[in-house]
């Protein structure tokens, strides 16, 4: 979907999903993970339904992960740093359980 | 910088750190008052100068001057004293000028006595049939990367819309070396009956001549298609962009329909708003010095109502002189004259560009199973089927559909919701209104909360 133009900075290792990502310094999370082809970063609490972040700036929250432990964050306002632990936020609520 | 680190008070609190809060605390903190700028992106600029002190993309051709003027405004503001705090969000401010902010995961509640709003524009929702698929972003979207991180639209990208922003981003992705399959232009051609009568006055601003060459630029390279509909397609993720006319494979389809103020946090401080009939949106309601219905607090820049990036940083200044007056009288400042007499240069010919590039109404209230509310996908269907029920307003609407209440708090539904609800209703958007917005303005968790300080009154009260 994305192809690097232009040299982003130094590498930066993450995993995501346990999966090992090269992002760049200049990266923020929801950059890195499109850069690298994700197909989604979550699945929505309703439908279940793939998303992809929509706006990148912090408005439409579709970019929502889990960062470093910290559930529901918005990708696209977080920086990358060296051993960044993502993982994508899957599943449907289950209402009542 | 960290949130322990804040002082518990300042003279002048900036949100923001686009071209209107750069200027704005730029001139402040230059006429002696303790400035400090909280902006939640990992660096100042906000979205038109995005990543102007870190782009990777040095050849300054691609994104142009109009970018790089940018560049002085972010010295200048690092130059004056004001404390510029990135990465920092600011989740609640209330009518006594508390400002909730959360940096690197902890929280402060500081004391401002007076406060500019410069959060900005966010992109006007875009509701049609699977804009929620992967593979469907914003134009600002693809900008944004672009400019931060320097990536490319890769493989078949289709841009669909209206408005300069959908041009320029078309310019710079052709000059970057991308390419783009087509555009699907979805300006109504009747615009161009209302745009006339201020035909004159754009011919005479600055956005003229340049917008002429933008649109000769991108039309001698991309085949441009007038189009009364667009959907996008797949299973899973984009596969196809139909339109009426015809269907073409796509893998990246962006989307832009002009931009709107971002309200939330000025709704939430209580400010007053008013609907703009023009812009299609609502905005606050202000004096020539940009202060709000709430004593204290001022909104600048495209927050205060589009007006674009050179005109939002004259707004600034204007927010910042009447606050610099107020704190400080004896402060030495610039005459608010010459910067009102620059700031009306560049509003001139904005009504030509609102009129021509107003999106058709079937772009902004969709029909059937159209998405509506992304957060807790409820359907353009079931928000006029509620509304024919009976259901007066937005904030009603959420007790019925849950429309607004997921993270985006509204941000990407409350415009087509408080639309649908008008026409179906037969009313006005004025006489609808918004949904209510309170704090926080941005999800913090239960332990950024918990990082607030005690007083010991405070512990005392709930201690037995």
Same mark, same amino acid.
Request: a positive charge; one cysteine or more.
């Given at each position: ?54 706006? =990148? ?16 964050? %918005? ?17 449907? +609520?289950?209402?009542?359980? | ?45 906000? %979205? ?33 004293? #004001? ?19 959360? !940096? ?23 509701? !049609? &049939?699977?804009?929620?698929? &992967? ?68 011919? =005479? ?55 709107? &103020? ?43 109502? !589009?007006?674009?990036?050179?005109? *939002? #940083? ?6 910042? !002189?009447? *606050? ?8 030495? =400042? ?24 107003? &999106?058709?109404?079937?772009? +902004? ?8 509310? +992304? ?11 509620? #509304? ?7 904030? %009603? ?32 958007? #004025? ?6 917005? +309170? ?7 239960? *332990? ?17």
């Amino acid at each position: 979907m994305f192809k690097r133009l232009a040299d982003a900075g130094a590498v930066v290792a993450l995993t995501v999903d346990g999966k090992p990502v090269q992002a760049r310094s200049c990266d923020t999370v929801a950059a890195a993970l499109l850069a690298a082809g994700i197909d989604r970063c979550r699945t929505t609490p309703v439908t279940g339904a793939p998303r992809l972040p929509y706006c =990148l700036m912090g408005v439409c929250f579709d970019c929502l992960v889990t960062i470093d432990g910290v559930g529901s964050r %918005q990708a696209c306002l977080v920086p990358v740093h060296e051993g960044m632990t993502v993982e994508t936020q899957q599943g449907r +609520r289950e209402a009542g359980r | 910088m960290n949130a322990v680190d804040l002082a518990p008070s300042y003279d002048l609190v900036v949100i923001g750190g686009g071209p209107a809060g750069l200027a704005a605390a730029s001139l402040a903190a230059r006429a002696g008052v303790t400035t400090v700028l909280f902006d939640e992106n990992p660096g100042v600029g906000g %979205q038109i100068y995005r990543g102007i002190t870190s782009t990777p993309v040095i050849n300054r051709s691609i994104l142009g001057e109009d970018y790089w003027a940018g560049e002085a405004l972010a010295n200048e503001a690092k130059a004056s004293g #004001a404390l510029i705090v990135n990465g920092a969000t600011v989740w609640s401010l209330d009518p006594e000028r508390i400002v909730g902010v959360s !940096i690197a995961g902890k929280a402060r509640m500081i004391e401002a006595r007076r406060v500019i709003i410069a959060t900005g524009s966010q992109e006007r929702p875009f509701p !049609i &049939p699977g804009w929620t698929l &992967p593979g469907v972003m914003t134009a600002g979207a693809a900008q944004t990367v672009l400019k931060a991180q320097g990536l490319l639209p890769d493989g078949r990208t289709v841009m669909a819309g209206t408005g300069p922003l959908m041009w320029l981003l078309a310019a710079q992705i052709l000059r970057a070396g991308g390419r783009l399959e087509a555009i699907l232009d979805t300006t109504p051609r009747r615009n161009l009956l209302r745009a006339a009568p201020h035909l004159p006055d754009f011919m =005479l601003s600055p956005y003229f001549a340049k917008g002429l060459a933008l649109l000769r630029e991108v039309k001698a390279k991309v085949p441009v298609r007038r189009v009364a509909s667009v959907a996008a397609a797949g299973d899973g993720k984009l596969s196809e962009v139909v339109s009426d006319r015809g269907r073409m494979p796509a893998d990246l389809l962006l989307l832009h329909q002009g931009v709107v &103020p971002n309200v939330n946090l000025a709704l939430a401080a209580g400010a007053t708003h008013e609907w703009n009939e023009r812009q299609l949106c609502f905005q606050p309601v202000l004096d020539q010095d940009f202060s709000s219905s709430v004593p204290g607090i001022a909104v600048a820049g495209d927050g205060a109502g !589009i007006a674009g990036g050179t005109a *939002a #940083a004259e707004r600034g200044r204007l927010a910042a !002189i009447a *606050a610099v007056r107020a704190l400080r009288p004896e402060a030495r =400042l610039p005459d608010p004259q010459s910067v009102r007499q620059r700031l009306q240069r560049e509003e001139m010919g904005r009504a030509f560009l609102d009129w021509l590039n107003r &999106p058709a109404d079937s772009f +902004r209230q969709p029909e059937g199973e159209t998405l509506v509310c +992304r957060c807790e996908e409820v359907t353009a269907a079931q928000v006029r089927a509620t #509304a024919d029920m009976g259901c007066e307003g937005p904030n %009603q609407m959420k007790a019925f559909l849950r429309c607004g209440m997921g993270p985006c708090q509204g941000r990407l539904c409350g415009l087509t919701v408080t639309e649908l609800i008008a026409t179906q209703r037969k009313s006005t958007p #004025a006489a609808v209104g918004y949904y209510r917005l +309170r704090p926080p303005v941005k999800p913090i968790t239960l *332990a950024e909360l918990a990082s607030l300080p005690i007083s010991e009154a405070e512990r005392k009260a709930v201690e037995r």
